[in-house]
Each structure stands twice: as structure tokens, then as C-alpha cells.
């Protein structure tokens, strides 16, 4: 593939793709990483014009390494206060609403989707205090983020880029805290199920009493287990949905709602959107175009 003016070089296995007037560019992580990390890739902009989108729950914590131009303002649709905020590489936590970014152009940056006990393991925090926020790297990493953003921008190799962050991202997981294994297994349970389980029957399964599981699970996935129930069953409907041909009403039966009110008030509350706006878009990673 040809190198594309600005974007650097790109080195073996990588692949880079034109997105939306973006190149994205990706190559497959170390298995090592693939419990952990969802998803990853990086991108830069062939044209610095400025976009807005929002972005609609999945289940993942998200991490944002800007090696250009950061976004202008990253805040939760129907905060009270409007007031925008310059955000670098940022951390973003499981949410159980939409968030609205602006941004002004001229991004080039790396994006990590983390599973949510990957993401307990590599922030090490109780991932119920970042639910629902967005904080600075450096508040979630310490002064080692600073110095791995420094050296990401400094390496115009896409390839050279992606060693760097399996690098650190290896070694933050290596030394982090290990997750429950009933929590495990309740995510487990949850994300096999697309979110159609009962919290009893979770419980029972891993032998813990519903007030326990939901401690110990909030505490290390950042949402209950009946809210990931919701996130995850109104994220299965939103892919469903993007697919050619999609049927509402097969949708609405196959993620289990009682039926399609049930599947508009979902979606009226997860993503502030319906789900004929959904499937009309084209989704990039849990985010809409505005």
C-alpha cells in the first residue's frame, strides 16, 4: 500500500484504510493482549476539518492518546454545564449514556478499546470511579503517560508506534490487579448472553448473593450487572441493526426486549437516538455522526 503524505510510514502488518475523510490505521495486537484489549487503532486526518460526533455505550473503556490536535469538548448529552474543556490523551470509563466530541481538525491520534477487566487491570483504580467521566492519561497512568505520548509523536512509523504502546501496554498489564474470578464469570455470562440473563440466575451461578455480586462487580467492571445487562443488549441491537437488510422486529425478538416501545425507550436512553437513526448511519466504533 502506498504511504499516504503526513501519515508517516506504516512498517509490516500494518494496514491503513480511508474512513470518513480519516485514514485509520491498524495492525493486530500480541495475543498476549487480546484478553485485556477489545480493539486498537490509530488515526489521522486527511483533511483538518472540524467534526462533532456522539458516542453511544459499549461496554468498553475507551483511552485516547492524541498526538495532534486534542478535542475541543468531550461532554455527557444533557449536562448542565456547557462549558468546553481542552481534553489530551484521555481515559473514558464504561458509560450508560451518550457523549457528545468536538473536534477541530487535524487529529492524529491512537485509540484503545479495553475490555472492562482489562481496563481494572491497567488503570488499577475500582473502575466505578471513572463510570460516566473523563479524565486526563496522566490522571489514570501517572507521569509515564506523558513521557509514552512524547515518545508515540516523535515516531513517524506507524509499525514503530504500535511496538511502543505493545511495549507499554505489556507491562501495565503484567503488574496490574487481578479481577475476581466470580466477576469474571459474571461478565462472562453477560457478554455471551448479549446482556439477556437475570442478575439471579448470575448470582446463582457464581455463588455469591446478589447485594455481594453487585459490590464486587460495580466496583471492578464500573457498572451493576443490570446496567451492562442493558448497555450490552442495546449494543448487540445497534450492530444488528448496521447490517444490510436488517429487520426491526427480528432485532427487537433476537436481543430479547418485550417489544419495539421497549427497543425506542432503550435506545432513546442509552444513545439519546432511535434505532432507525442507528441503522441509517454508519457507525465507526460506538460513534455517530452529527
Same mark, same amino acid.
Given at each position: #500500500?502506498?504511504? =499516504?503524505?503526513?501519515?508517516? +510510514? +506504516?512498517?509490516?502488518?500494518?494496514? #491503513? ?10 495492525? @493486530?495486537? @500480541? ?8 480493539? $486498537? ?9 472540524? $467534526? ?26 444533557? *449536562?448542565? *454545564?456547557?462549558?468546553?474543556?481542552? +481534553? ?11 457523549? =457528545? ?20 487491570? #491497567? ?14 492519561? /496522566?490522571? !489514570? ?15 513517524? *512509523?506507524?509499525?514503530?508506534?504500535? *511496538? ?5 501496554? /505489556? ?5 496490574? @490487579?487481578? @479481577? ?10 453477560? /457478554? ?13 451461578? =457464581? ?23 442493558? !448497555? ?21 425478538? !433476537?436481543?430479547?426486549? $418485550? ?32
Amino acid at each position: #500500500m502506498p504511504v =499516504v503524505a503526513g501519515a508517516g +510510514t +506504516t512498517g509490516p502488518g500494518v494496514e #491503513m484504510t480511508r474512513l470518513r475523510g480519516r485514514w485509520r490505521v491498524t495492525r @493486530p495486537w @500480541p495475543p498476549r493482549l487480546r484478553p485485556f484489549v477489545h480493539s $486498537y487503532a490509530g488515526y489521522w486526518d486527511a483533511a483538518a476539518s472540524p $467534526y462533532r460526533v456522539r458516542l453511544v455505550p459499549t461496554g468498553r473503556a475507551v483511552v485516547v492518546i492524541n498526538l495532534g490536535e486534542p478535542f475541543a469538548q468531550v461532554r455527557r448529552v444533557g *449536562d448542565a *454545564d456547557q462549558h468546553s474543556q481542552v +481534553t489530551g490523551s484521555l481515559v473514558a470509563g464504561l458509560e450508560d449514556g451518550p457523549r =457528545v466530541c468536538d473536534h477541530p481538525g487535524g487529529q492524529e491520534a491512537i485509540r484503545l478499546e479495553l475490555t472492562p477487566l482489562g481496563a481494572f487491570r #491497567m488503570f488499577a483504580v475500582p473502575m466505578n470511579e471513572l463510570t460516566n467521566r473523563v479524565v486526563e492519561l /496522566s490522571d !489514570v497512568l501517572g507521569p509515564d503517560a506523558g513521557l509514552l505520548v512524547e515518545q508515540l509523536a516523535a515516531t513517524g *512509523d506507524w509499525g514503530a508506534r504500535f *511496538d511502543l504502546l505493545d511495549f507499554a501496554l /505489556s507491562a501495565r498489564l503484567e503488574h496490574g @490487579p487481578d @479481577p475476581a474470578p466470580e466477576v469474571r464469570h459474571a461478565w462472562r455470562l453477560l /457478554s455471551l448472553a448479549g446482556g439477556a440473563i437475570p442478575v439471579g440466575r448470575i448470582s446463582a451461578e =457464581v455463588g455469591w448473593s446478589q447485594g455481594y455480586l453487585i459490590r464486587r462487580f460495580t466496583e471492578q467492571v464500573g457498572l451493576t450487572p443490570k446496567m451492562s445487562a442493558r !448497555v450490552l443488549r442495546f449494543h448487540r441491537a445497534m450492530r444488528l441493526l448496521t447490517r444490510e437488510g436488517a429487520n426491526l422486529t427480528e432485532v427487537t425478538e !433476537v436481543c430479547g426486549f $418485550y417489544d419495539q416501545a421497549h427497543l425506542n425507550r432503550e435506545f432513546r436512553a442509552l444513545a439519546g437516538t432511535t434505532p432507525g437513526q442507528i441503522a441509517a448511519a454508519r457507525l465507526a466504533e460506538g460513534a455517530l455522526p452529527l
